[in-house]
């Protein structure tokens, strides 16, 4: 950081779920008790216990089977024309000039059986950490599966909100 005040950081969503990760970020809460300085800034000599508070900066994006699905092997999922790129402001906690709409995709192999239901495809280290955003227009959800021949299952997220620290999750059906 090389200004005075409030630091910002800039960060791009690397383009496959399992490149990306969660972001913490400290809040900006100043304690009110005596000696006790919460996430503000202390002196150098200071030798008292703090305590620090952490938000989730990213929105988690997961996807799930619904109801009904169509028996098969889903082998890519991706995440079209939604901003990659922001700034991450720590006084307001917010992300500002989010930019570069970008793809991002999860390629996998998942059996789907016919009697599957409510069952979560993506819930570990390959979890969609996209940056909070409403959803621009044209923006899709796109899933290919093979069920002996290969498909791919298109639908609009336009208009969606992914909130600072919330996890989102679609479920897929046909």
């Known amino acids: 950081f090389t200004t005075a005040g409030w630091p910002t950081f800039h ?3 690397p383009t496959t779920a399992t490149g990306q990760n969660d972001i913490l970020v400290t809040r900006n809460d100043i304690s009110t008790g005596l000696g006790d300085y919460g996430n503000i800034d202390v002196p150098g ?3 008292a216990k703090d305590y620090i508070t952490f938000d989730h900066a990213c929105t988690a994006i997961r996807f799930a089977i619904g ?3 169509a028996p098969g092997t889903i082998t890519k999922i ?3 024309n939604v901003y990659g790129e922001g700034d991450y402001q720590y006084q307001t906690e917010n992300w500002t000039n989010l930019s570069t709409l ?5 390629t996998t192999n998942i059996p789907i ?3 599957d239901s409510n069952v979560i495809l993506n819930n570990n280290d390959d979890v969609f950490m996209m940056l909070p955003q409403k959803v621009p227009v044209g923006a899709t959800v796109a899933v290919t599966i093979n069920d002996g021949v290969e498909h791919v299952l298109k639908a609009r997220i336009d208009n969606d909100n992914w909130l600072k620290g919330y996890t989102v999750t679609y479920y897929l059906s046909t």
């Not at 970008?102 to 999860?106: G, K, P, V």
Request: glycine share 0%.
């Open 11 to 13: 960060y791009t969503v």
């Open 45 to 47: 000599n200071f030798n």
């Open 67 to 69: 109801n009904q699905m």
């Open 78 to 80: 991706e995440i079209q």
């Open 102 to 106: 970008s793809s991002y995709s999860l």
């Open 113 to 115: 059986k016919s009697t």
